[in-house]
Nanobody, 126 residues
Framework: QVRLVESGGGSVQAGGSLRLSCAAS????????MSWFRQAPGTEREWVAH????????YYADSVKGRFTISQDNAKNTVYLQMNSLKPEDTAMYYC???????????????????WGQGTQVTVSS
């Protein structure tokens, strides 16, 4: 059974940094479609960043491009989201999501993903 566990959230001031981790277990291989999403109260879940762990291809939402970096550690079965130059509008619950193999439904589409973590809260104050 696939399980995703996020960690690393917290409260920071604008301009600060955080690194989120998503530890994955139960995956049969490390060639999967993985993304970070976020959701602020009263808003829809928003795609943030994607990584296909097979070859390391990455994509970012325009709102975080140049500030966030998604990476992986194969030995630890972990995907990271390094968040720099944080802004108050980055405040949200951040979720890790995984789909086995390729992103058949498109990496931006939350319906593509079969597995989700419990979320980790990020709060950025001005």
């Amino acid at each position: 059974q696939v399980r995703l566990v996020e960690s690393g959230g917290g409260s920071v001031q604008a301009g600060g940094s955080l690194r989120l981790s998503c530890a994955a277990s139960g995956l049969t291989n490390w060639r999967n479609c993985m993304s970070w999403f976020r959701q602020a109260p009263g808003t829809e879940r928003e795609w943030v960043a994607h990584r296909y762990t097979g070859v390391g291809t990455t994509y970012y939402a325009d709102s975080v491009k140049g500030r966030f970096t998604i990476s992986q550690d194969n030995a630890k079965n972990t995907v990271y989201l390094q968040m720099n130059s944080l802004k108050p509008e980055d405040t949200a619950m951040y979720y890790c999501a995984a789909a086995l193999g390729y992103c058949s439904g498109g990496y931006r589409n939350f319906a593509t993903y079969n597995y989700w973590g419990q979320g980790t809260q990020v709060t950025v104050s001005s």
